[in-house]
């Protein structure tokens, strides 16, 4: 432990934490700040409590706490302890209690005074976890407020140590240990987009295991991908051990692929990010690494989190290849190619900007802030998503709206899981499901327990079956929530009998209590994700809050009618389901019949409107039929709205090309919207159509301009125009040649000027006898004496019997043939 390199700053920080209550240590991976730093604090004067390090992963909490208790000469539960969700090592003289973020957040909101704790150190604080970020924010308000005495230590492996300091204060010391520098050698391999990533790994792990020495770390995206290379491995390279490490690995196997084979040989450890950082693996010195990391990512619009693959960061691509010169040379292979290395991003993006934040809205609302801004913040949560926890979880009862936490919201609060997975653990509670419902919400969130499939309740029955350490240990978190649920809604009864109100829980039928089946708890909880099969296969469905999702139409769950979905992969309108419990009709109509509405619903088809009534779950039609008495005033602000979308289909052109024309806004898109009541509304009643009469919707429109601004539309946009030769023509005020006039020509004959509409002259376009187009002018003047010479040659010949002066401005005019004319 001494030639751990953050010995040799050691002095300067405890320094520091004698004088101020908070720093920074910047240190790299393998400078011991896991291992070193707790200890050293023990036998300060100001540290008589208890010292609380935060580890990012529960396999790294519990490696740090037995390498720290070993470098102590003592074994693991006594001065050192550790506390994760499904393990436990720690005594009444723990000193340092090594924990996961999220169990650190429970304990701060249960006692915000952290009585009885002199130190909380958040170790790789660099990575950014919803949870750290969270309880960092809690544990400085804390400080700030109640406990100046508490001492807050950052340890991060990266720059972000400024942005720390920044954070816990102007006086906070950024303190920065070296690492030990052992040569690093990196090969870029280069992407191989072809094969699938297992085949691409095992072709390089294959090729690193025999041209280097030493033990190799291999880092993969998922189990999945784990799973399949091992097999691939198993095959090549009988007799050596190749082993998994991931969340999901017994914490026997997870120390054994932490630690050297016992019996000397080289192995291979085929890990997930869980080992990127916090813990080593001994004998390691060859790191192949597929440049890809999976991450939660929450769908705003879903209401769900997904799991995605991304390409790693530099930073984590920095940090994986570190693993291989931790305790001597190493060499690290990557499989992309070196100049696409920068086109990586530098870090990972924080967990605030990507998760489902309604944990933390609530967490906050138990702590007492309405406003997240309020609290000191890296990076300030996203309003947006703010927004849309709060709706969730005012949904779900646990806030009220004005934002503040509810009794149901306490009890939510109280349990340690996401707000909707205790929500349905209370259901479960309140409707006798209670041991089924915790075993449902340890399911959701611990990946692999009960194997694989869509089907909840399958997994659900190979994993009472399993009788591993995994399994068991799992079955006695989920009794223990499943028991304080119990307590949890049985206080809530007593207060509501002392008050004298009746319990919601359904009647006992035949003398036993209704039992709530899990698809049903589920749904309480998720109330979007109630889902109905849309075709015979069962590979559609549609969500009560209005998304499509798909199923491989193989799976057990393809036949059933309803579908509680409790988890989805994919952003696309049709998310692949990959975790749902099937429910039949009657315990829709059974369990839900309080959220079942009837409603008259009015579509527009795009002829006319249809009236239907229709029960609805959501979004999900139960049942519909023709309404046979609908809201008239319904369809006719419907019929409005659908005018007001293409005014033009219903009014008549001519009038409003006059009004635009002559600069009169009445018939403006918005003056038409804003005085519907007046024009359009009337000519609606008892209609589901807008087939209007063009007549009758002009003199609505007329009715709209007073006196003046009728005199102003015939003045200055007159709706005809009198020929010399008595004739009268519409003028049209559309279009780009506007205003315009199709008139015969020897009506014009006698017209030495040309005919204006204000000061804009007016486009004559003159045709034939027989009424065909001649020419179109905007100066009949210059018409007469220019090319009328060549259209009065052709026009003689094809129409004899007509007149074809040469000085037409010098003619009567008339459309009488020539005899007519002379005549007349």
Same mark, same amino acid.
């Given at each position: 432990?001494?030639?751990l390199?953050?010995?040799?700053?050691?002095?300067?920080?405890?320094?520091?934490?004698?004088?101020?209550?908070?720093?920074?240590?910047?240190?790299?991976?393998g400078?011991?700040?896991?291992?070193a730093?707790?200890p050293?604090?023990l036998?300060?004067?100001?540290?008589?409590?208890?010292?609380?390090?935060?580890?990012?992963?529960?396999v790294?909490?519990?490696?740090?706490?037995?390498?720290?208790?070993?470098?102590l000469?003592?074994k693991?539960?006594?001065?050192?302890?550790?506390?994760?969700?499904?393990d436990?090592?720690?005594?009444?003289?723990?000193?340092?209690?090594?924990?996961?973020?999220?169990i650190?957040?429970?304990?701060?909101?249960?006692?915000?005074?952290?009585?009885?704790?002199?130190?909380?150190?958040?170790?790789?604080?660099?990575?950014?976890?919803l949870?750290?970020?969270l309880?960092?924010a809690?544990?400085?308000?804390?400080?700030?407020?109640?406990?100046?005495?508490?001492?807050?230590?950052?340890?991060?492996?990266?720059?972000?140590?400024?942005?720390?300091?920044g954070?816990?204060?102007?006086?906070?010391?950024?303190?920065?240990?070296?690492?030990?520098?052992?040569?690093?050698?990196?090969?870029?391999?280069?992407?191989?987009?072809?094969?699938?990533?297992?085949?691409?790994?095992a072709?390089?792990?294959?090729?690193?295991?025999?041209?280097?020495?030493?033990?190799?770390?291999?880092?993969?995206?998922?189990?999945?991908?784990?799973?399949?290379?091992?097999?691939?491995?198993?095959?090549k390279?009988?007799?050596?051990?190749?082993?998994?490490?991931?969340?999901?690995?017994e914490?026997q196997?997870?120390r054994?692929?932490?630690?050297?084979?016992?019996d000397?040989?080289?192995r291979?450890?085929?890990?997930?990010?869980?080992?990127?950082?916090?813990?080593?693996l001994?004998g390691?010195?060859?790191?192949?690494?597929?440049?890809?990391?999976?991450?939660?990512?929450?769908?705003?619009?879903?209401?769900?989190?997904?799991?995605?693959?991304r390409?790693?960061?530099?930073?984590?691509?920095?940090q994986?290849?570190?693993?291989?010169?931790?305790?001597?040379?190493g060499?690290a292979?990557?499989?992309?190619?070196e100049?696409?290395?920068s086109g990586?991003?530098?870090?990972?993006?924080?967990?605030?900007?990507?998760?489902?934040?309604? %944990?933390?809205?609530?967490?906050?609302?138990?702590?007492g802030?309405?406003?997240?801004?309020s609290? %000191?913040?890296?990076?300030? %949560?996203?309003?947006?998503?703010?927004?849309?926890?709060?709706?969730?979880?005012?949904?779900? &009862?646990?806030?009220?709206?004005?934002?503040?936490?509810?009794?149901?919201?306490r009890?939510?609060?109280?349990?340690?899981?996401?707000?909707?997975?205790?929500?349905?653990?209370l259901?479960?509670?309140?409707?006798?499901?209670?041991?089924?419902?915790?075993?449902?919400?340890?399911?959701?969130?611990?990946?692999?327990?009960?194997?694989?499939?869509?089907?909840?309740a399958?997994?659900?029955?190979?994993?009472?079956?399993?009788?591993?350490?995994?399994a068991?240990?799992?079955?006695?978190?989920?009794?223990g929530?499943?028991?304080?649920?119990?307590?949890?809604?049985?206080?809530?009864?007593?207060?509501?009998?002392?008050?004298?109100?009746?319990?919601?829980?359904?009647?006992?039928?035949?003398?036993?209590?209704?039992t709530?089946?899990l698809?049903i708890?589920?749904?309480?909880?998720?109330?979007?994700?109630l889902?109905?099969?849309?075709?015979p296969?069962?590979?559609?469905?549609i969500?009560?809050?209005?998304?499509?999702?798909?199923?491989?139409?193989?799976?057990?769950?393809?036949?059933?009618?309803?579908?509680?979905?409790?988890?989805?992969?994919?952003?696309?309108?049709?998310?692949r389901?990959?975790?749902?419990? %099937?429910?039949?009709?009657?315990?829709?109509?059974?369990?839900?019949?309080?959220?079942?509405?009837?409603?008259?619903?009015?579509r527009?088809?795009?002829?006319?409107?249809?009236?239907?009534?229709?029960?609805?779950?959501g979004?999900?039609?139960?049942?519909s039929?023709?309404?046979?008495?609908?809201?008239?005033?319904?369809?006719?602000?419907l019929?409005?709205?659908?005018?007001?979308?293409?005014?033009?289909?219903?009014?008549?052109?001519?009038l409003v090309?006059?009004?635009?024309?002559?600069?009169?806004?009445a018939?403006?898109?918005?003056?038409?919207a804003?005085?519907?009541? #007046?024009?359009?509304?009337?000519?609606? &009643?008892?209609?589901?159509d #807008?087939?209007?009469?063009?007549?009758?919707?002009?003199?609505?429109?007329l009715?709209?301009?007073?006196?003046?601004?009728?005199?102003?539309?015939?003045?200055?946009?007159?709706?005809?125009?009198?020929?010399?030769?008595?004739?009268?023509?519409?003028?049209?005020y559309?279009?780009?040649?506007?205003?315009?006039v199709?008139v015969?020509?020897q009506?014009?004959?006698?017209?030495?000027?040309?005919?204006?509409?204000g000061?804009?002259?007016?486009?004559?376009?003159?045709?034939?006898?027989a009424?065909?187009?001649?020419?179109?002018?905007?100066?009949?003047?210059?018409?007469?004496?220019?090319?009328?010479a060549?259209?009065?040659?052709?026009?003689?010949g094809?129409?004899?019997?007509?007149?074809?002066?040469?000085?037409?401005w010098?003619?009567?005019?008339?459309?009488?043939?020539k005899?007519?004319?002379?005549?007349?």
């Amino acid at each position: 432990m001494n030639d751990l390199p953050v010995k040799m700053i050691l002095p300067d920080l405890l320094n520091a934490l004698e004088t101020r209550n908070s720093a920074v240590l910047i240190a790299p991976p393998g400078a011991g700040k896991t291992t070193a730093v707790a200890p050293a604090l023990l036998d300060q004067g100001w540290c008589s409590g208890q010292i609380i390090l935060l580890s990012p992963r529960r396999v790294a909490a519990r490696a740090a706490a037995e390498r720290i208790a070993e470098l102590l000469g003592e074994k693991v539960g006594h001065r050192v302890g550790y506390l994760t969700r499904l393990d436990s090592r720690q005594s009444a003289a723990t000193r340092i209690l090594v924990v996961t973020e999220a169990i650190f957040v429970n304990r701060i909101l249960q006692d915000q005074e952290l009585d009885g704790v002199s130190a909380v150190l958040f170790d790789e604080a660099h990575e950014r976890h919803l949870d750290s970020d969270l309880g960092l924010a809690l544990a400085l308000e804390s400080q700030g407020v109640l406990r100046d005495d508490l001492r807050i230590l950052v340890m991060s492996a990266t720059i972000d140590g400024a942005r720390f300091a920044g954070l816990l204060g102007d006086d906070a010391p950024v303190l920065e240990s070296g690492g030990k520098a052992w040569p690093l050698r990196l090969e870029w391999l280069g992407s191989r987009p072809e094969l699938r990533i297992e085949d691409a790994m095992a072709s390089a792990v294959l090729t690193a295991w025999r041209q280097e020495e030493g033990d190799l770390l291999a880092f993969l995206p998922g189990v999945g991908e784990i799973t399949r290379l091992q097999e691939r491995l198993s095959e090549k390279l009988p007799g050596v051990p190749i082993l998994p490490l991931h969340g999901q690995v017994e914490p026997q196997a997870q120390r054994a692929a932490i630690r050297r084979d016992p019996d000397g040989r080289r192995r291979i450890v085929l890990a997930t990010a869980i080992a990127e950082t916090s813990i080593t693996l001994e004998g390691v010195s060859i790191v192949v690494d597929s440049g890809l990391s999976r991450r939660a990512e929450f769908d705003l619009a879903a209401g769900v989190t997904h799991l995605v693959t991304r390409r790693s960061s530099q930073a984590s691509a920095a940090q994986r290849a570190g693993r291989a010169a931790r305790q001597g040379p190493g060499v690290a292979y990557r499989l992309w190619e070196e100049a696409a290395h920068s086109g990586r991003e530098r870090f990972d993006p924080p967990e605030m900007l990507t998760s489902d934040l309604a %944990p933390l809205v609530l967490s906050l609302a138990q702590w007492g802030v309405a406003d997240p801004a309020s609290l %000191p913040w890296l990076d300030s %949560p996203p309003q947006a998503a703010i927004s849309a926890a709060r709706e969730r979880l005012e949904k779900l &009862g646990a806030l009220d709206e004005e934002g503040r936490i509810t009794g149901i919201g306490r009890r939510i609060a109280s349990l340690p899981m996401a707000p909707w997975q205790a929500a349905m653990l209370l259901f479960g509670a309140e409707h006798g499901a209670a041991d089924q419902a915790a075993k449902l919400a340890l399911l959701l969130q611990e990946r692999g327990l009960g194997g694989r499939g869509e089907d909840l309740a399958q997994r659900l029955q190979r994993w009472e079956g399993d009788r591993s350490r995994r399994a068991e240990a799992s079955r006695k978190l989920a009794q223990g929530w499943a028991g304080k649920a119990r307590a949890l809604q049985q206080a809530q009864g007593e207060r509501e009998s002392a008050k004298g109100q009746k319990s919601a829980r359904p009647e006992p039928v035949d003398g036993r209590a209704q039992t709530a089946p899990l698809g049903i708890l589920l749904a309480l909880a998720l109330p979007d994700n109630l889902a109905r099969r849309r075709d015979p296969s069962g590979e559609n469905w549609i969500s009560a809050g209005g998304r499509g999702y798909s199923l491989d139409p193989a799976s057990p769950l393809a036949s059933a009618e309803w579908l509680a979905i409790g988890d989805a992969q994919g952003r696309a309108q049709s998310a692949r389901i990959t975790a749902a419990l %099937p429910l039949e009709t009657r315990h829709i109509e059974e369990w839900l019949a309080d959220r079942i509405e009837r409603r008259s619903v009015l579509r527009w088809t795009g002829q006319r409107v249809e009236a239907r009534q229709e029960r609805r779950l959501g979004a999900i039609i139960l049942a519909s039929g023709p309404d046979p008495d609908p809201d008239q005033d319904a369809i006719t602000s419907l019929l409005v709205e659908k005018a007001l979308e293409n005014p033009g289909d219903i009014l008549p052109k001519e009038l409003v090309a006059r009004a635009r024309f002559a600069g009169i806004e009445a018939f403006s898109p918005e003056k038409l919207a804003e005085n519907a009541d #007046l024009w359009l509304v009337p000519l609606l &009643g008892g209609r589901r159509d #807008l087939d209007l009469p063009r007549g009758r919707v002009a003199d609505a429109l007329l009715g709209l301009m007073d006196w003046d601004a009728r005199q102003q539309l015939d003045r200055i946009a007159p709706r005809e125009f009198a020929s010399p030769a008595g004739t009268h023509h519409a003028i049209d005020y559309s279009g780009p040649e506007a205003p315009s006039v199709e008139v015969r020509v020897q009506a014009l004959f006698g017209l030495e000027r040309h005919p204006m509409i204000g000061e804009t002259p007016l486009l004559l376009k003159l045709t034939s006898p027989a009424g065909r187009p001649i020419q179109a002018t905007r100066d009949l003047p210059g018409f007469w004496r220019g090319s009328w010479a060549d259209v009065r040659k052709e026009m003689k010949g094809r129409y004899p019997k007509h007149r074809w002066p040469e000085e037409p401005w010098a003619e009567k005019p008339s459309l009488k043939t020539k005899n007519a004319f002379q005549n007349s």
